[in-house]
C-alpha cells in the first residue's frame, strides 16, 4: 500500500497566487517526521520544509508553509505568491521513527506533483 | 561547502559493461543512500548505509553492489549494465540520529544503457 500519497499528478496556478499542493500519509508509527522537496527540470532534489509528528504549530519556511492535520493524516504544502521560479516537481517525503532499525532513518517518497506556473 | 558530490555527471553504458558512481560527502554524514529516479516512479531507494562498515538493501537492489569506503564516500556499482538500469541516480547523506535532519541531495547522474 502506498505509504506516500500525492493526488495531483500536475497542477496549474498563476503567477502571483497561492497554491497547495496535497500529501497524504499512512503509519502506525506515532512518532515521524514529513518533508516537502522540489525538483526544478535542472534535477537537483532541494530541500523546502519538515514538520514533526509532535510538533504545536504548522511548520513554515519562507513562502512555504505546510498545513499539517494529523487526524486526517494530511501534510499539504502551501506556496504563498507564486513565482516563475516555483515551476518544478514537488515530493513529499515521510519518515518514520519505530519501523527503522538503528539510525538508518529511510525516507518513503510520494510520487511528485508537477507544479507549473503562468505568468 | 560542497556537500554532496557526484561522479560523473553524465554515463553512457553498452550492455554488459560495468561502472561505478562515485559518491561523497563533507558534512560528516553517517548515513549515506543511493536513489533512482525514473519517469512517474518517484525516488526508489536502491541501497542505504547507516554507517561506516554497515550497507543494506533498499527497494531495489538487484542488479547493484554499493561498497562505504569511509564515512565520506559511497559508491554504486553496476557489474553488467542492462538497459532497464537506464535511470537518473542520485546520492543522498543525512545526519539520521533523530528524526528531523533532511537529506542532502547530490546533483544526480545520468545513465543511459545501449
Known amino acids: 500500500a502506498q505509504k506516500i500519497t500525492q493526488t495531483q499528478p500536475g497542477m496549474f496556478v498563476q503567477e502571483k497566487e497561492a497554491v497547495t499542493l496535497d500529501c497524504t500519509y499512512d503509519?502506525?508509527?506515532?512518532?515521524?517526521?514529513l518533508f516537502w522537496y522540489k525538483q526544478p527540470s535542472s534535477g537537483e532534489m532541494i530541500f523546502l520544509i519538515y514538520?514533526?509528528?509532535?510538533d504545536q504549530q504548522n511548520a513554515t519556511e519562507g513562502r512555504y508553509s505546510l498545513n499539517f492535520q494529523k487526524a486526517r493524516k494530511s501534510a499539504n504544502l502551501v506556496i504563498s505568491a507564486s513565482q516563475l521560479g516555483d515551476s518544478a516537481m514537488y515530493f513529499c517525503?515521510?519518515?518514520?521513527?519505530?519501523?527503522?532499525?538503528?539510525?538508518?532513518?529511510?525516507?518513503?517518497w510520494g510520487l511528485g506533483t508537477s507544479l507549473a506556473v503562468n505568468p | 561547502n560542497a556537500g554532496v558530490t557526484q561522479t560523473p555527471k553524465f554515463q553512457v553504458l553498452k550492455t554488459g559493461q560495468s561502472m561505478t558512481l562515485q559518491c561523497a560527502q563533507d558534512?560528516?554524514?553517517?548515513?549515506m543512500y543511493w536513489y533512482r529516479q525514473d519517469p512517474g516512479m518517484g525516488l526508489r531507494l536502491i541501497y542505504y548505509?547507516?554507517?561506516?562498515?554497515?550497507?543494506d538493501k533498499g527497494e531495489v537492489p538487484n542488479g547493484y553492489n554499493v561498497s562505504r569506503l569511509n564515512k565520506r564516500e559511497f559508491s554504486l556499482r553496476l557489474e553488467s549494465a542492462a538497459p532497464s538500469q537506464t535511470s537518473v541516480y542520485f546520492c543522498?547523506?543525512?545526519?539520521?540520529?533523530?528524526?528531523?535532519?533532511?537529506?542532502?541531495f547530490g546533483a544526480g547522474t545520468r545513465l543511459s544503457v545501449l
Open positions: 543522498a547523506s543525512s545526519e539520521a540520529r533523530t528524526l528531523g535532519p533532511h537529506q542532502y
Open positions: 548505509s547507516a554507517s561506516e562498515g554497515t550497507t
Open positions: 503509519t502506525s508509527d506515532p512518532s515521524y517526521g
Open positions: 514538520q514533526g509528528s509532535y
Open positions: 558534512m560528516n554524514h553517517n548515513s
Open positions: 517525503a515521510m519518515r518514520e521513527a519505530l519501523h527503522n532499525a538503528g539510525n538508518n532513518r529511510k525516507l518513503i
